[in-house]
């Protein structure tokens, strides 16, 4: 099968990466394990990127939230849609941008939801396609496991005020040491006497550091 795996055109610089572009490249290699052709396309222009794949791929899943009403207009066959909002829960917190392209998700053929809280939220928002779960995984043959521990916890990612990672740090915080890696975006955040900011690191040392 042709697959066309459809981003919306973010490239993050070095050392920082993306969860959902890491999914999508995860994706890409497990696809192509079992004998897909799969073809990753991440651009901004959305009418090129409908040009290209128009009846030229079997499957397409596209991850662009703000895709999603040309995708319905313009693109000629059935797709599949996966929204990874981290606020797509939290109505009083979307921004004008995600709350109009949410209003056209409706109208997409199929859904991918990425949990069972997910696919509950839409089907009672009004979806009635097509929708499944495929929840988001890690290629373990990558992390460079240890044998044994050090004490310690790890919290890894964005750190954010919707993400909370401030509150985890005062309530653990000479309890139990933790470090917190990625980047600091909470000018709330603050290190403690056991909970650590590590700063940023990159996919290839999270999978080399992350059990150390």
């Known amino acids: 099968m042709k697959i066309a795996l459809v981003a919306w055109g973010y490239v993050p610089e070095p050392p920082l990466s993306h969860s959902v572009l890491t999914v999508i ?5 497990f696809l192509e394990k079992i004998g897909h052709q799969v073809d990753i396309l991440n651009d901004k222009d959305v009418n090129k990127v409908i040009e290209h794949i128009n009846n030229n791929y079997d499957f397409v899943h596209l991850h662009a939230y703000s895709f999603v009403s040309d995708f319905n207009r313009k693109f000629k066959q059935k797709y599949c849609f996966t929204c990874h909002d981290g606020y797509l829960f939290k109505t009083n917190k979307w921004n004008e941008e995600f709350r109009e392209a949410f209003q056209h998700y409706f109208a997409a053929p199929g859904i991918i939801a990425l949990s069972h809280l997910t696919k509950d939220f839409l089907l009672n928002s009004g979806y009635s396609g ?35 990672q401030k509150l985890l740090a005062k309530i653990i915080d000479g309890k139990i040491g933790i470090d917190f890696v990625g980047p600091l975006d909470d000018p709330d955040f603050v290190e403690g006497t056991t909970t650590k900011y590590l700063g940023v690191w990159s996919l290839e040392q999270v999978y080399f550091r992350l059990t150390d």
């Open 130 to 164: 097509y929708i499944s779960v495929q929840v988001n995984g890690i290629d373990t043959q990558k992390v460079n496991f240890q044998a044994k521990g050090n004490n310690k916890a790890i919290c890894l990612g964005w750190i954010q005020p919707r993400k909370q």
């Open 25 to 29: 490249n995860e994706s890409k290699s």
